[in-house]
């Protein structure tokens, strides 16, 4: 794997591991990216062990953000 990803990976499992788990909200915040971005990266670390464990509806001023035109 590429240097970025490995360093990315290495950030998401070090801070899920020293809070137990978190928010997508929260760990998106720590990296700096937005949530959706976050998501993505936590769906490919599906097989390591990561679980996405909470959903939840989309404001509804955020979600015609969202909405393509």
């Known amino acids: 794997m590429d240097g970025w990803w490995e360093d990315i990976e290495r950030e998401i499992t070090t801070w899920l591991e020293d809070r137990g788990g978190g928010?997508?909200?929260?760990?998106?915040?720590?990296l700096a990216?937005?949530?959706?971005?976050?998501?993505?990266?936590?769906?490919?670390?599906?097989?390591?062990?990561?679980?996405?464990?909470?959903?939840?509806?989309?404001?509804?001023?955020?979600r015609n953000r969202m909405t393509p035109r």
């Open 23 to 30: 928010s997508v909200t929260d760990l998106a915040r720590h």
């Open 33 to 62: 990216l937005s949530e959706e971005a976050t998501v993505s990266l936590l769906a490919v670390l599906l097989p390591a062990g990561v679980r996405i464990c909470r959903v939840e509806p989309v404001p509804h001023r955020a």
